[in-house]
């Protein structure tokens, strides 16, 4: 190995850890802070989001990128340092102004939304929210300008930080089959569920709740030596090698919510956890992008733990920790998972309708970057989308439409398809895993998920950032993303009930 390849080694260990800190600096902020701390916390965020940005946009990098890259070097090296020359180019076209700019409003504007949400208070988020979409703008024209071959429009160069690769005319392409189909099977499958759902006689507990959920984690092969459960306003993973932190929301009378979160959050986790120590803080070892992040969430969540095989398992720990539920049979709670219903809220979607929120998002996001919607336009086209996709009205209710999630607080645009494409590439790899496994139903219903993480490690996980994601899809299922296995998995589970 060759002293500059050394040396670029030791740089990027330092961007490494300096994400660390801002990573945890920022769970802490979501999970544990008090109020009063946000305005210190959220200044420390952005000088250290910006110290980063100078490392990764240093000409100290670029003088070693190019010496490294001048050299001969196995293909391995070849490929690790192509990563390194992209997440360099990536944070060059951004001076560093803007990134603490951005980071600054996006946490200020975070803040102020989770009190905002509840109080359906639309005019006082715009306030703080106007000026994420202003720098987010500025940071995807100048991303564009950077890369205008690869890049159509500006939110095609956001797009890419999360679906790297991926172009909005890709997702479209997708998209189509999926809005030619969907309305139409929420309809079918919603008229043909007369079952009656469970009713669940709570309140359930948290700390019941929580004990069931690390229960849930652990059968799903979380390592609690190097991760926790906590709890937050919305469900999400974060965390570095070692240390995967878990949060989900607990409802006192719907256990099941929290469930379903804490599943597909261990599915990211598990992800991160998978991935090469080899390559342990370089770019080549870091997650191939959002797309294949969300197809192991949900891999996780949808077809591990809502496999029929393996609710019917798990039954017994639902019994166990929450004794109220000792009435209530398997098929009752699995007919409480399988309910298909147009809803206002995209985390308590179904899986079949699910998709047409994200649909939604994409649309306003992209117009909203693209400059051809004005953020205080929002609540107009949501409510608009709404009732053409789902039939459902927003109108004055902005805590239900457009102030549900976290995403665009902070400038997270581009996001949001990838939730989509992991479901869809989600059903397509388990698809391949049943294929792989012809007794994958009985070993779920045994409890036993090893046989899922071992295929997943040796056909995505240890793949990370060596090469593309249509890459790994397709040397994984033998085709690349093919939104006929999600259709077909939907018509199986709800139309066939298998």
Known sequence: MSKPYELLKEHFGKLARLNHAVTFLQWDQLVMMPPGGNHSRSNSIAELSAMHHELLSSTYLAELLENCLQQECDDETRRSLFEMSRVHQQALCIPSDLVKAKSLAGSLCEHGWRKQRKDNDWDSFLLNFREVVNLSRQEAMARQSAAS?????????????????????LIEQIFVELKAELPGLVKQISESQTAETAVFHGPFSTSAQKKLNQKLMGYLGFNFNQGRLDESNHPFSTGDRGDHRITTRFRRSDFLDALQATAHETGHASYEAGLPSKWEGLPIGSSRNMCIHESQSLLFEKHLFLSK?????????????????????????????????????????????????????????????????????????????MKYYLGLSTKGNYTDGCLQDIHWTDGS????PSYTLGAVNSAQLFAAIKRSHPNWNQR???????????????????????????????????????????LAHLKERYINQE
């Open 413 to 416: 645009f581009g996001y949001f």
């Open 309 to 385: 095989a393996f609710l019917s398992f798990f039954t017994k720990s639902i019994h166990e920790y929450l004794p109220q539920t000792s009435e209530t049979s398997r098929e009752h709670i699995w007919s409480a998972c399988s309910q298909v219903r147009p809803s206002y809220i995209r985390v308590e979607a179904d899986e079949v309708s699910y998709p047409l929120h994200v649909i939604l998002r994409f649309e306003i996001e992209s117009k909203l970057i693209n400059g051809e919607l004005e953020a205080a336009d929002i609540p107009e086209a949501w409510d608009d989308s």
């Open 444 to 486: 779920l219903g045994q409890g036993d998920v090893t046989f899922v993480h071992d295929w997943l490690k040796d056909t995505i996980w240890s793949k990370a950032s060596s090469i593309d994601w249509q890459e790994i899809i397709e040397q994984a299922t033998g085709e690349g993303t093919n939104p006929g296995w999600f």
């Open 149 to 169: 071959d690869r890049h159509k429009t500006p939110y095609d160069a956001l797009l890419d930080l999360y679906c790297t690769g991926d172009s909005s005319e």
